[in-house]
């Protein structure tokens, strides 16, 4: 494959520009309904595919950009900035955790088989981790794949499945081997349309809300030895492998959602009046404001930093672990204080710094706990 390429500086905001143009007129006039409906409408895939904003850094032979994946962190960035956190985490999912994998691990078929598809936003990609009984222990994962002959029938079920209503592909992790635990498990790259794949309930969340987040059920569903993913037995070692980028693209969101909320907040307090001036009058408001800045930035630099490290090829779990341990944190704190900040109105469903605060509570769980971070960091550490 080729080197990607890299935007100089006036492109880069070209695209900037074209995408916050799209988030103006096709979401935000709608994402409210979406958000009290629980659910956006699956043909804004395709309308993100048909603007360039999916799958930016797969390569030009299965019709990506070829781009650095720099620019697909300025994708998630600006869309959690601009206060659509679901959106955010479904295309995180799509582009940044279930493209890769096929790109890093699928055969040539598998590559041409998913990728175009996934860059128009005509295949919409989910992965299947979770199971009732097994979050961040992916070990103990029950989804079972029995082989018969070059068949394999998949048993199981699977939960909080991000993009679980709207998929067309999963990779789904399984046990082939139970008796082999982490070298037991293997991925498939699973048809969501095959028989023995059925939906489950779109889960109500606390935020979040038009993001659908799924059961998942399969039921004596056949897939065959051209669908496994990366070699059987090697599923846990690929998603240790995978598992960096998902984390420095969640840190990258975490920093683009707390500075839209900072955003906000900034511009109510300048225009909110107490006691014969604006809220932003008051020392104890502008201390506030600097302290969160200076939050903010420390989490961009990290971000910047290890974003590079990605590209580079340098990036170890342990930094992606870092990164994603402080910008969760941090968000969750900006989005409290930007909330008390707003004071009453901040409580209020109607004001969008509630639901950043909402939003914001999630990324301290998904994608490994800020508890499972720490303890990896640890390891690297003594």
């Not at 139970?178 to 349309?193: E, I, S, W, Y």
């Not at 909320?261 to 006691?275: G, I, K, P």
């Not at 992606?320 to 469903?349: F, N, P, T, W």
Request: with cysteine; charged share 20%; glycine share 10%.
């Amino acid at each position: 494959m080729n080197q990607p390429a890299h935007l100089d500086g006036q492109e880069k905001q070209l695209f900037i520009d074209n995408l916050r143009r799209f988030l103006a007129e096709e979401v935000a006039p709608y994402y409210d309904d979406w958000e009290k409906a629980g659910i956006w409408p699956k043909s804004l895939w395709q309308q993100f595919g048909e603007q360039g904003f999916l799958c930016v850094d797969i390569p030009l032979e299965y019709g990506g950009y070829g781009v650095s994946f720099e620019l697909s962190c300025v994708v998630i960035d600006e869309i959690s900035s601009a206060g659509f956190g679901a959106l955010a985490s479904g295309l995180s999912v799509h582009s940044d955790i279930v493209a890769p994998y096929i790109l890093n691990l699928g055969s040539e078929e598998q590559k041409q088989r998913f990728l175009p598809g996934m860059v128009t936003g005509e295949i919409v990609g989910a992965i299947g981790m979770t199971e009732p009984s097994a979050g961040s222990d992916l070990q103990r994962i029950k989804t079972h794949a029995e082989k018969s002959g070059d068949v394999y029938r998949i048993n199981g079920q699977k939960t909080f499945i991000t993009n679980g209503q709207h998929c067309d592909l999963i990779v789904l992790a399984t046990k082939t081997d139970p008796n082999q635990g982490a070298k037991g498990m293997t991925l498939f790259t699973v048809d969501c349309h095959a028989p023995g794949f059925v939906r489950g309930r779109n889960l109500d969340k606390m935020g979040l809300h038009s993001g659908d987040t799924s059961e998942l059920f399969f039921d004596d569903l056949e897939v065959s030895a051209l669908d496994v993913l990366g070699g059987e037995g090697q599923g846990f070692i690929n998603m240790m492998n995978e598992l960096p980028r998902e984390r420095l693209i969640l840190g990258v969101g975490c920093v683009g959602a707390a500075q839209g909320a900072f955003d906000l907040t900034v511009n109510y307090v300048s225009e909110r009046m107490a006691f014969g001036q604006p809220v932003a009058g008051f020392q104890n408001t502008r201390y506030k404001l600097a302290e969160m800045k200076t939050e903010i930035e420390l989490c961009r630099a990290m971000a910047e930093k290890y974003t590079a490290s990605f590209i580079e090829g340098t990036l170890t779990s342990a930094e992606a672990s870092m990164l994603k341990l402080a910008a969760s944190e941090m968000q969750g704190r900006i989005a409290d204080q930007c909330v008390q900040l707003h004071g009453g109105y901040g409580y209020m469903s109607e004001y969008p710094i509630s639901r950043a605060f909402l939003d914001a509570r999630i990324q301290r769980i998904y994608g490994g706990t800020s508890e499972i971070m720490k303890e990896l960091i640890s390891r690297s550490i003594v």
